[in-house]
């Protein structure tokens, strides 16, 4: 008997299904809490390919939601392991495993050959990233991102709207799952949710995921969910660029102080807060970089700068370019 009989008994599925399955390749970006949800059901079910970006190493203290990783992995790399279980599961798939963080620049060569990307990074500069990349190149994007006990989980770009369509402004809170605090089964939840879209996708099921979101709180039992498809997509949009994009000609401002940062993201940039910054006769015109650790002050600082800068606005995440 065929390992994907109980699949390939639905109707939506069957043998034609299957072989959309088997031909598909997904990019998951991210092998921590969501993945470790998500990426066991896209082997299982018999994905084709999948490839796994993921630059950091696994820690005691994330084991309680990375659940694909036990205690005898902490300190290898994350993307890996995650490979490594994941081929333990389905051998008739591909899985690669390579241990590098999602920047703007291999963006683009990462997600150019792939049917689908699923976003488990839970960054919002990695999936602001993404979803710019995904809009350009017309590949849907499956998101998530939990905190503490709530979350969402949605399909964007390859025809719908994009992350920025529906969340165009900078994020209020900079709160992380290592600030703030999150719970496995919550993170769990929307991972199954991402892998249950990317299933969809790929097999072509209706209502389509894309242009659809799913908010969870697990503490309230309050679920919600909501259609996107004609949401515009914003007139102003900062996108995050590379270190090595910058030029000679570009205005770059360190936003982070000394005792933050005791080298500045690059080597012609000058400290200063967003209220020191002002339009000159002699910067009139110029691209204007911010630079931040995690691109947030960075994005702030360029919805205050906007309305009042001549030029093009880009940000520059240092922790992940």
């Known amino acids: 008997m065929s390992r994907y009989a109980r699949q390939m008994m639905l109707p939506q599925l069957g043998a034609e299904g299957q072989a959309r399955l088997a031909a598909a390749r997904v990019l998951v970006v991210g092998a921590g809490g969501l993945a470790a949800s998500a990426l066991p059901l896209l082997a299982g079910a018999g994905v084709g390919q999948i490839d796994i970006f993921d630059g950091d190493l696994i820690e005691l203290s994330n084991l309680h939601r990375q659940t694909l990783f036990t205690e005898d992995d902490v300190g290898r790399a994350k993307a890996e392991v995650a490979a490594e279980r994941c081929r333990a599961l389905n051998s008739g798939i591909v899985l690669t495993g390579t241990k590098r963080s999602i920047t703007p620049e291999n963006v683009i060569g990462a997600c150019r050959d792939v ?10 500069a990695a999936s602001y990233l993404l979803s710019d990349t995904c809009l350009a190149l017309g590949k849907p994007l499956i998101s998530a991102s939990v905190l503490g006990l709530s979350g969402y989980a949605g399909g964007f770009c390859g025809g719908s709207p994009s992350l920025r369509a ?13 600030t703030a605090g999150v719970l496995g089964p919550a993170v769990s939840l929307l991972g199954s949710i991402q892998a249950q879209m990317t299933l969809s996708m790929l097999l072509g099921l209706e209502p389509s995921p894309l242009g659809q979101m799913v908010q969870i709180d697990a503490q309230t039992w309050r679920n ?21 994009e910058l030029t000679a000609d570009d205005l770059v401002f360190e936003l982070r102080s000394e005792d933050e940062a005791p080298h500045p ?22 691209r204007l970089v911010l630079c931040c650790a995690t691109g947030l002050r960075a994005w702030r600082a360029a919805e205050q700068l906007q309305p009042d800068w001549p030029g093009e606005i880009v940000l520059v995440a240092a922790a992940t370019s």
């Open 166 to 178: 529906v969340f165009p402004e900078a994020p209020d809170s900079a709160a992380s799952c290592a």
């Open 115 to 124: 049917d689908l990307v699923l976003d488990c990074a839970d960054s919002y």
């Open 265 to 286: 993201a690059h080597p012609s940039a000058r400290r200063m807060t967003t209220s020191e910054i002002e339009i000159t006769d002699t910067n009139q015109g110029k």
């Open 224 to 244: 919600n969910a909501f259609r996107f498809d004609h949401a515009p997509e914003p007139e102003t949009a900062f996108r995050f660029v590379a270190l090595s």
